[in-house]
């Protein structure tokens, strides 16, 4: 399963990685901002994004947007410091399959990874 | 200032601090900063805009910042490490979005975070917002919170306004 992680910070990208390691998820590609996850996502299909919201060149949301107009299946989970209800709501429209609030826990960013990959197979 | 822009950033570099880096935060009274009397050697900051405007600055000596940086990532930085401003710069976005949850009946949007290294540095204040200083005790060493905020009820279509600037 390939995961592409969409986060301007280096720091919370290996953050992600190792959490994702101890999931046993070891093919992960990176993208620092939406223009370059884009770009990814042209190379190569993955199996679920993670994908902050305020980047530099294009933001998250944006660039989900984008991506819905031609892929309403893979899984997006965003992963940000927007917190308020409103911000959520934007998302779920947007089309996320799930939210998690910076600051995280490993044990919270496994449980929501857990979770949307379970509907994913699910809804397959 | 307004007490209801202080309580949300004691209670979010509490929640930053214990989540990503497991350690408590022992916050001090907060005081008014007297111009160009505070300085730093790390500052990370992140400009506030909407009905809520002016900037929050994580201000650390830069051993402190150094500790605080390599507990965040899980490896050794150092400050000339291409990956040290990346986690200061990220440690504030987290504390300044989970602040900004708690601005009731605000709608309020954050810039990315820059970060100044350089010791003796200011950050200063503008004169309709001053900062107030919010002294951090944690196990990795001390650092503050200094926040700059002023309310605008009727926010300008686009208003992005900086009142931090290093000198």
Not at chain 1, 48 to 68: H, S
Request: a negative charge; glycine letters at 6%.
């Amino acid at each position: 399963m390939k995961i592409l992680l969409v986060d301007d910070s280096r720091t919370i990208r290996n953050i992600q990685k190792n959490t994702l390691k101890t999931l046993g998820y070891e093919d992960v590609v990176e993208a620092a901002d939406g223009l370059e996850a884009l770009a990814q996502l042209v190379k190569e299909p993955v199996d679920l994004m993670l994908v902050d919201w305020n980047m530099p060149n294009m933001d998250g949301i944006t660039m989900i947007k984008k991506v819905r107009e031609t892929d309403e299946d893979t899984p997006i989970i965003m992963v940000t410091t927007e917190a308020e209800k409103t911000r959520i709501l934007e998302a779920v429209k947007a089309g996320v399959n799930n939210y998690v609030v910076k600051p995280f826990s490993m044990d919270t960013l496994s449980e929501k990874i857990n979770q949307t990959m379970a509907k994913a197979v699910a809804a397959t | 200032m307004d007490v209801r822009f202080i309580n949300p950033f004691i209670l979010a570099i509490n929640n930053v601090f214990e989540t990503m880096l497991n350690t408590k935060v022992k916050v001090g009274k907060p005081l008014l900063k007297k111009a160009d009397r505070l300085t730093a050697e790390v500052s990370g900051i992140i400009g506030l805009s909407g009905d809520v405007q002016g900037c929050v600055v994580l201000s650390f000596p830069d051993e402190v910042a150094c500790r605080i940086a390599s507990a965040f990532a899980g490896e050794e930085l150092a400050l000339d490490s291409p990956d040290f401003p990346d986690a200061i710069g990220e440690l504030t976005n987290m504390v300044a979005g989970n602040a900004k949850k708690d601005f009731t009946g605000c709608e309020t949007s954050i810039s990315l975070p820059s970060v100044i290294i350089g010791p003796g540095h200011i950050v200063s204040q503008s004169k309709t917002s001053p900062f107030l200083v919010i002294p951090c005790e944690t196990s990795l060493g001390r650092i503050n919170v200094e926040v700059a905020l002023i309310p605008v009820k009727k926010p300008a279509s686009k208003a992005t306004r900086s009142v931090a600037g290093a000198v």
